[in-house]
């Protein structure tokens, strides 16, 4: 007979009995010399357990390479000019973080919701700020649904010769989040190394999911369009693609979207919904199934291995 899967409140009700008597039977028994459960524990506390609350919101990065205009598109997403927008690639040097005012009230939910970048973010007080390494800072954006984190990130592939200088700038934003918004041109979707640095990061703890948006010129055909895409895709995931990648959208290739003066207008290749309508619809809980099934097993074997010492 088969065993019916268990919901998330489910299985977040066990975890947290789990979190509270395996340490108490290690300390019972003596053993906190031999059974380590400091590292398990911070797992728990601040990857899994709040995945699996309904209020932790999707966490959305918008990645790509220099100048394909991810700062343009938060902008869009955002409803207002609030990252930085440079001709020059790698203008950006930090993470910005976009969030609706509730969410940005909820005090000690936030500390919890920003444990990634190993600090705590503060407001964003000039758009300079941007320019210059540092710490991950955030906005709040009325136009952003509440349950919506939007990250934007700094090129990836500033550089040369293996040497990227943002890349450990972004490395943790994108590993943090639950889907990724994947921009890319003409110029760019076929570079391998890009490529590589996004399947990386979508296949490094369960698979993400992503949203493909391409810039690219209004001459080229929706089949083209399409084509080109689903190269991307078969790059970031396989032949399984189509299982991860949530929708194509395309964005005009002008200097005047380059420059930041006439905002990205992200239109899918089928169907109507705009990308933010898109992203406001998501379950969080189901996107993120695969990613905490992960982590969900390398928690339980730890704790497994600690039960049989006991």
Request: aromatic share 8%; charged share 25%; net charge negative.
């Amino acid at each position: 007979m088969f065993r019916k899967r268990p919901s998330f409140d489910e299985a977040h009700e066990s975890l947290v009995k789990l979190r509270d008597r395996l340490p108490k039977l290690i300390a019972e028994l003596n053993l906190d010399d031999q059974v380590d459960l400091a590292g398990w524990s911070a797992a728990l506390d601040r990857k899994l357990l709040p995945r699996f609350s309904p209020d932790f919101p999707l966490i959305v990065a918008i990645a790509g390479g220099g100048s394909a205009g991810k700062s343009t598109l938060f902008n869009a997403l955002v409803g207002a000019p609030l990252s930085l927008v440079k001709s020059q690639a790698g203008a950006s040097r930090r993470v910005l973080i976009g969030a609706h005012p509730d969410m940005l009230a909820r005090g000690e939910f936030v500390n919890e919701l920003f444990q990634p970048f190993r600090c705590v973010p503060e407001p964003l007080e000039s758009i300079d700020q941007l320019a210059t390494p540092g710490d991950p800072v955030y906005v709040a954006s009325e136009q952003l649904p509440p349950g919506l984190i939007l990250l934007d990130t700094p090129d990836f592939d500033v550089g040369g010769n293996e040497e990227y200088v943002n890349r450990e700038a972004a490395r943790p934003a994108l590993e943090a989040c639950d889907v990724l918004i994947y921009l890319f041109t003409g110029a760019t979707y076929r570079n391998l190394s890009n490529a590589n640095f996004v399947r990386e990061i979508a296949s490094s703890v369960g698979r993400r999911k992503s949203v493909l948006v391409y810039r690219t010129y209004e001459s080229y055909t929706a089949e083209e369009v399409e084509e080109h895409s689903r190269d991307v895709a078969q790059s970031l995931y396989g032949a399984d693609h189509a299982e991860y990648v949530l929708a194509i959208y395309r964005a005009a290739d002008t200097n005047e979207v380059a420059a930041g003066k006439t905002p990205m207008a992200p239109r899918p290749i089928a169907g109507e919904q705009s990308l933010i309508d898109l992203l406001g619809r998501l379950d969080p809980r189901e996107v993120r199934r695969e990613h905490v099934h992960t982590l969900l097993a390398d928690i339980r074997q730890q704790a497994t291995g600690a039960a049989e010492q006991a």
